[in-house]
């Protein structure tokens, strides 16, 4: 070892892993300018032999000769760390490892490229900046044959070597592994999900489930829900916050309804509630305790207990209420039947029951009569403000709009065979039918003259008119 006021001075670090220079005037002797060689053996007495930075020794012996500054602890050997064992384990999704530091990836690898960054829980923000926390999602929601993870092998650690050129020993990592569980397989090394769901995990295993279970409200803290399978709610919906689920949606509570869709059954313990446009869509069946002011379609049928207030519905099957259930005010638009205790009040609020048809072909019929109307408007005033015109954009236009009053026609005429689909339909009220409702079935209309109870009302072929009578033991 070198005396400590040597100009030349090389100090190692306690983990032997770097080495130092120190360069510094000889005392007495101020045009003192130490050599390469020098150095050379100062390192050699040291033991230093691995990792050595030559290049920055010979830079430091030329400035220090330069200009005679001392040089403090530079940096100018380096040993190899040794690299550790890592066990086979799962890189994950960038959208899983943003979940939980559990899925984050371990230091010593390089996660592979599966797609997008973005965090499960994404804002938008309107025109003005402001973030619409409506549109956030709580969930990370996968889809079918969506990579979740990639295994990777085993890897083999490696000594490490001090700058003396002492052997140091690696360390095997523990790295937890959760193991796939629910509707993942395992392809290749690849780890995909076999369906659209929610991402689920534990303290054992992850997978993913065709359920969403929400403990609580939909509103704020959960933002807008948007799910693939089934959903079930165990607080409310609040109002102004949308749903949208692939399979069935149960409620445990009141729905407040302003945008709601689902592919399969619809279950409300309470009541729908709409506010203004609210719009309640399904291709399935709904039940509810009641309905009020809403807009709602569905394919399926509609079973509600209490009765129907104030609402635009629309039905490809029937609608039913329960045993003392009422039906006031709105369209009601069914396609089979309709099975009410009361329908219509006192006060004579608009009623107006259409039945037998298929509302979707109703639907596409009245927009081609709008698209047709509109055509015949600009038509009109085309023709009244270019009259004995000879302007070829008044003509061409004219033309076109000729063609797409055509186009809604034959759309129309192709339509309305589609329209009437049951003529067979029938409304049956058992307990009151009151004055000025309104029924349709197929082409037929009827406005009740009179309250009437207990009636059936549907159409004779025979005389070709609506007819109301009394309620048999049949039904």
């Not at 430091?60 to 380096?78: C, N, S, W, Y």
Request: charged share 25%.
């Amino acid at each position: 070892m070198q005396p400590s006021d040597h100009p030349i001075h090389v100090t190692v670090s306690d983990d032997q892993m770097s080495g130092y220079l120190t360069l510094r005037q000889r005392y007495q002797e101020p045009d003192y300018a130490p050599e390469m060689a020098e150095v050379r053996q100062i390192l050699d007495i040291e033991g230093i032999r691995h990792g050595i930075l030559w290049d920055r020794i010979d830079a430091a012996v030329k400035k220090f000769a330069r200009d005679k500054e001392t040089i403090h602890e530079l940096l100018i050997a380096r040993g190899t760390p040794p690299r550790p064992a890592i066990p086979s384990l799962l890189i994950y999704h960038p959208k899983i490892r943003a979940l939980d530091p559990r899925f984050a990836p371990d230091d010593e690898i390089k996660p592979p490229d599966l797609g997008e960054t973005s965090s499960s829980k994404e804002v938008s923000r309107g025109e003005q900046g402001n973030i619409d926390f409506r549109k956030r999602s709580s969930v990370l929601i996968v889809k079918r044959n969506m990579v979740l993870a990639v295994r990777r092998p085993a890897r083999e650690g490696s000594f490490g070597t001090t700058v003396r050129g002492d052997m140091v020993p690696f360390e095997t990592k523990q790295v937890k592994v959760l193991e796939p569980g629910s509707n993942v397989e395992e392809r290749e090394n690849h780890l995909v999900s076999t369906l659209d769901g929610r991402f689920v995990w534990n303290e054992k295993s992850f997978g993913v489930s065709a359920n969403l279970e929400i403990s609580g409200d939909v509103g704020y803290k959960t933002g807008n829900i948007r799910f693939p399978g089934n959903v079930i709610v165990k607080g409310r919906i609040q109002d102004r916050f949308s749903v949208w689920a692939g399979g069935g949606l149960q409620v445990i509570a009141t729905l407040d309804c302003w945008d709601v869709f689902s592919g399969g059954p619809l279950e409300v313990a309470e009541g729908i509630i709409g506010r203004g446009q609210a719009q309640l869509r399904t291709k399935n069946t709904i039940q509810a305790k009641f309905i009020e002011n809403c807009n709602v379609d569905t394919l399926g049928a509609i079973t509600v207990v209490s009765g129907i207030m104030n609402s635009q519905i629309f039905s490809n099957a029937r609608l039913q209420t329960g045993d003392r259930g009422r039906i006031v005010g709105g369209l009601y638009v069914v396609r089979d039947q309709i099975d009410t205790f009361n329908l219509g009040n006192t006060v004579g609020l608009s009623t107006e029951v259409i039945l037998g048809v298929d509302f979707v072909t109703r639907r596409k019929i009245e927009h081609f009569r709008a698209v047709h109307q509109t055509v015949i408007t600009e038509k009109m005033t085309l023709a009244r403000d270019g009259a004995q015109s000879s302007d070829k954009k008044i003509i061409a236009r004219i033309q076109e709009l000729s063609e797409k009053e055509a186009q809604a026609n034959e759309q129309i005429g192709e339509l309305l065979p589609n329209l009437v689909v049951n003529t067979e339909a029938m409304l049956l009220v058992r307990g009151t039918l009151y004055t000025g409702v309104s029924i349709q079935i197929g082409d037929n209309q009827f406005l009740v003259p009179k309250n009437l109870n207990r009636v059936i009302i549907r159409f004779d072929s025979k005389k070709g008119a609506v007819v109301f009578e009394p309620i048999s033991g049949t039904y």
